[in-house]
């Protein structure tokens, strides 16, 4: 067993599980219930762990990858007038209303 994630938030912990669970990877959470505002500490904050340790390096790198695609939004898209970056539901910039370029 191996720790993989550790986070206060436990939806985000649960998601990340779901993540393991798609692709087969067994694992679980430690300290689901385990805010007891009298006991600080990382100890206690929820982690998602990995049943069998042959399965930590892979599960790292989707947990990783995962991360990565939440910072970047492929779907938006930049101006080629004014370089402001807009929302994918926008046709037109924001900013300068040039027309969205081709995909
Ligand atoms: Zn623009």
Redesign the pocket.
């Known amino acids: 067993m191996r720790q993989v994630y550790t986070s206060q938030d436990l939806t985000q912990v649960g998601y990340y599980k779901s993540i393991l669970d798609e692709v087969g990877i067994h694992s679980f959470i430690r300290n689901e219930n385990g805010n007891n505002p009298e006991v600080s500490g990382a100890g206690f904050l929820p982690s998602l762990c990995v049943i069998e340790d042959a399965d930590y390096d892979e599960a790292l790198r989707i947990l990783k990858s995962q991360q990565k695609e939440e910072v970047v939004r492929v779907d938006e898209w930049k101006?080629t007038?004014?370089s402001?970056i807009n929302p994918p539901n926008f046709e037109l910039?924001w900013?300068?209303n040039?027309l969205r370029p081709e995909a």
């Open positions: 101006c007038s004014c402001e910039c900013n300068c040039a």
